[in-house]
């Protein structure tokens, strides 16, 4: 089965400083990897999609790796501003149905 | 563009009413939908996918039931709702087991 784990749980850094958010999956065989972002009480919003074949994925400040014989992927935020302050999700897919597998997510806040 | 929208964003429900929530997606057609379910203190857990109309797939066993009745609607129901029902239910689409993208969410209160 599955698992998916996210360290750490929490996190808190100074404006200006980048994030590193870590997500490590047991079993290798997988589709796809998403990371998502989640507003206190809002939907998820999808920031990097990574295939199995990819070894990273970049959207402006975002970098995403993928290290899937290791089962792990990395989450780098550059200059990390307030309004990064959120939960970050990282989810596999395992099949092609799409269907998510999630990690329990780590709790950014960027302090001013 | 494509579009996601679930209602109602917020619900209270007694223990044993029945529930109904929807889903329907705009802009697109014979997407893949997700009913997910994040628990206080758990985190998000897939309850129910479908691949076109009728055709429901199942996650866990529960005390919940899902349909697709058109091409973009995607329904989550309860006939008697249980105190741990309460969550916050995520409703998503995609277009092909690939990105999802997902609604801004219900929150069901069962009291």
């Known amino acids: 089965k599955q698992e998916v784990t996210q360290i750490p749980a929490a996190l808190s850094v100074p404006e200006g400083e980048n994030l590193v958010l870590n997500c490590s999956f047991t079993d290798s065989a997988i589709y796809n990897l998403q990371w998502f972002r989640q507003d206190p009480g809002k939907g998820l919003t999808s920031l990097l999609l990574i295939q199995s074949s990819q070894r990273e994925q970049t959207s402006g400040r975002l970098n995403a790796s993928l290290d899937k014989s290791s089962g792990r992927s990395t989450l780098y935020i550059a200059a990390s501003q307030p309004g990064d302050s959120a939960t970050y999700l990282c989810?596999?897919?395992?099949?092609?149905?799409?269907?998510?597998?999630f990690g329990a997510g780590t709790q950014v806040v960027v302090t001013p | 563009s494509q579009t996601i929208h679930q209602w109602p964003a917020t619900l209270v429900q007694p223990v044993g009413s029945p529930l109904s929530l929807e889903c329907t997606v705009e802009?697109?057609?014979?997407?893949?939908l997700y009913w997910y379910r994040q628990a206080a203190g758990r985190g998000l857990q897939l309850l129910f996918y479908s691949v076109g109309i009728g055709q429901i797939s199942s996650e866990v066993p529960q005390n919940l039931s899902a349909s697709r009745p058109q091409d973009r609607q995607f329904i989550l129901s309860s006939k008697k709702l249980l105190l741990s029902d309460s969550g916050f239910y995520l409703c998503?689409?995609?277009?092909?087991?690939?990105?999802?993208?997902f609604g801004a969410g219900t929150r069901l209160s069962v009291l």
């Open positions: 802009g697109t057609s014979n997407p893949n």
């Open positions: 989810a596999v897919t395992t099949d092609s149905w799409g269907k998510l597998q």
């Open positions: 998503a689409w995609s277009p092909g087991g690939d990105i999802q993208y």
